[in-house]
């Protein structure tokens, strides 16, 4: 399953649909992908080994939980980020994804959680500050902590890309670095 744990194994990320892990509130996804699912909501969640503290991450800025699930969580080896991908559009003020060529079931968007400061961000911005219109995938975090990489489809990460063929088969896929105390503000 998703799980990802810091070189010295102390810090641990895993997505768990279980109520009541965490003292942050747990909702349900507002809609199943699939009319047979369940109205429950995979979360990703954070756990120290050695406090036995464990938080819920895929949560917005204000705590709410994501409407939608994550899933693909990797914290930085410092422990202070957890990355993660998700489908939900009430994570950050920019909204949820936005992919052309891709089913929306498939559609999902980057964030940050900073546990130190609580607060969450979007990772595949556009230089719009919205999503990115493609789906994009987390490669993972420098050994210092101070980057993120990923990959996408996207054209607009940044002004210029060139267009991407109509045929998602023959998509591109561009590899990004994501400076985070730039996207954090510091």
């Not at 954070?46 to 503290?53: C, K, L, R, S, W």
């Amino acid at each position: 399953g998703d799980f990802d744990m810091t070189p010295d194994g102390r810090f641990i990320t895993f997505t768990s649909t279980q109520v009541g892990l965490a003292a942050a509130p747990f909702t349900p996804c507002e809609t199943g992908v699939y009319p047979q699912e369940k109205p429950v909501c995979q979360h990703v969640y954070f756990y120290d080994v050695q406090t036995g503290a464990l938080e819920l991450i895929s949560v917005s800025s204000e705590g709410t939980p994501g409407s939608q699930p994550s899933s693909g969580a990797m914290v930085s080896p410092d422990g202070r980020f957890v990355a993660f991908t998700s489908s939900a559009d009430n994570l950050t003020l920019a909204g949820g994804p936005s992919c052309e060529n891709t089913a929306p079931e498939y559609c999902t968007a980057l964030y940050l959680r900073d546990r130190q400061t609580g607060q969450t961000y979007l990772l595949n911005q556009a230089w719009t500050g919205y999503p990115s219109n493609r789906t994009a995938t987390l490669f993972g975090f420098t050994p210092d902590s101070r980057h993120v990489i990923y990959h996408s489809a996207a054209e607009d990460i940044l002004p210029g890309l060139p267009a991407q063929p109509a045929d998602p088969a023959q998509e591109v896929m561009r590899a990004f670095i994501v400076d985070i105390d730039r996207l954090i503000g510091n």
